[in-house]
C-alpha cells in the first residue's frame, strides 16, 4: 500500500516537531516523534481498518498518543488528510 501525506499533514507534522524542539531547546524529543509517525503510519498501512470509523464518509482517526490522525484509505493508497494535537478543534 502506498503511503500519501497531504501538503496540509506534512506541515501540520513539521509544525509539531518545530514547536517541541523549540520548547525542549533540543531535537531529542522530536526526532523521536517523528519516528513514531513513520511507525504508526506503517501500521495504518498493514491494518487500515485499526482506527476509529468518524462521522465523514470513510474518514477514519487513528489516536496515537496526543495526536488524532485522520486518513481515508483505497486498496492501494493510504492517505493521511490532517494530524491534530488533542487540545486543538478536531474539526477537519
Given at each position: 500500500?502506498?503511503?500519501?501525506?497531504?501538503?496540509?499533514?506534512?506541515?501540520?507534522?513539521?509544525?509539531?516537531?518545530?514547536?517541541?524542539?523549540?520548547?525542549?531547546?533540543?531535537?531529542?524529543?522530536?526526532?523521536?516523534?517523528?519516528?513514531?509517525?513513520?511507525?504508526?503510519?506503517?501500521?495504518?498501512?498493514?491494518?487500515?481498518?485499526?482506527?476509529?470509523?468518524?462521522?465523514?464518509?470513510?474518514?477514519?482517526?487513528?489516536?496515537?498518543g496526543?495526536?488524532?490522525?485522520?486518513?481515508?484509505?483505497?486498496?492501494?493508497?493510504?492517505?493521511?488528510?490532517?494530524?491534530?494535537?488533542?487540545?486543538?478543534n478536531?474539526?477537519?
Amino acid at each position: 500500500m502506498k503511503l500519501i501525506v497531504s501538503n496540509k499533514a506534512q506541515r501540520q507534522i513539521i509544525n509539531i516537531l518545530e514547536f517541541y524542539t523549540e520548547r525542549n531547546k533540543s531535537e531529542v524529543y522530536s526526532k523521536r516523534l517523528f519516528r513514531g509517525f513513520q511507525k504508526i503510519f506503517s501500521l495504518l498501512k498493514q491494518r487500515p481498518f485499526i482506527g476509529k470509523k468518524t462521522s465523514i464518509e470513510d474518514v477514519y482517526v487513528m489516536i496515537w498518543g496526543q495526536f488524532y490522525i485522520f486518513y481515508n484509505f483505497t486498496e492501494t493508497e493510504l492517505n493521511i488528510i490532517t494530524i491534530k494535537h488533542q487540545k486543538e478543534n478536531v474539526s477537519l
